[in-house]
């Protein structure tokens, strides 16, 4: 079974804080995702990554940013934290081979004091 | 731009009744998948059933199956025999079919309550 995993259950951070939110994925997959869920908004795509180091952004990118080192590593950084950026975020990966499903992981809900 | 709306923001069957999930999206596309997910209380999302836009025949699993409208642009889902474990919350999505990023556009969700 394909397993991603997500640094942390629960997170509470400060305004202003820079913060880190990792995404280990243990199968392999090229694409890797970050989402935000908030209630009545479902999930907003934030970055994705289809490569080591290659990103693009999502629909929702501004005040995050990602790093893609290893290809079984994702990060999601918030360079100054806001506490409009309290929210549920979840990572998913994906294989480009045949009509794979995205497989996500538990999620991280953040909250920005 | 696509766009998915699921406009029910919550659901209750009784256990064993049947229910169905209303999902309508917006493309200019012709050939598109769509998915519904599930995500139970604080755990994992998964994959509940997909269609492909170019298949005509409704896809089933088990206890699932989807109603798709392709030219009404809607993709309801059906729960049969509800149990205590599909409590959750369902969420509809759509994935072009071009590309191999497989970036997955979301509706809103939709809370499943189920009565014992």
């Known amino acids: 079974d394909v397993k991603v995993t997500q640094s942390s259950r629960y997170l509470v951070k400060r305004t202003g804080e820079k913060v880190f939110l990792e995404c280990v994925q243990d199968m392999d997959h090229e694409n890797m995702f970050w989402y935000r869920q908030d209630p009545g908004l479902g999930l907003r795509l934030i970055y994705f990554?289809?490569?080591?180091?290659?990103?693009e952004k999502g629909d929702i990118p501004e005040g995050y940013s990602v790093s893609r080192e290893k290809k079984e590593r994702f990060s999601l950084i918030l360079e100054s934290a806001s506490t409009n950026q309290t929210s549920m975020y979840l990572c998913?990966?994906?294989?480009?081979?045949?009509?794979?499903?995205?497989?996500f992981g538990d999620g991280t809900r953040l909250s920005i004091l | 731009a696509q766009t998915v709306t699921q406009s029910q923001p919550e659901m209750s069957v009784q256990e064993a009744e049947t229910v169905t999930l209303s999902c309508t999206y917006d493309?200019?596309?012709?050939?598109?998948?769509l998915f519904w997910y599930k995500q139970p209380p604080s755990r994992q999302m998964i994959l509940v059933i997909r269609?492909?836009?170019?298949?005509?025949q409704n896809a089933t699993e088990n206890r699932f199956s989807v109603n798709f409208q392709k030219a009404a642009k809607s993709f309801s889902l059906k729960i049969s025999d509800s149990q205590l474990g599909d409590a959750a919350m369902y969420f509809c999505?759509?994935?072009?079919?071009?590309?191999?990023?497989?970036?997955?556009?979301f509706g809103q969700g939709t809370t499943l309550q189920v009565k014992p």
């Open positions: 999505a759509y994935r072009r079919l071009t590309g191999n990023t497989g970036k997955l556009i």
């Open positions: 269609q492909e836009a170019y298949k005509q």
């Open positions: 493309t200019s596309e012709s050939d598109y998948y």
């Open positions: 998913a990966s994906r294989s480009n081979r045949g009509r794979q499903p995205q497989h």
């Open positions: 990554s289809y490569d080591v180091k290659m990103k």
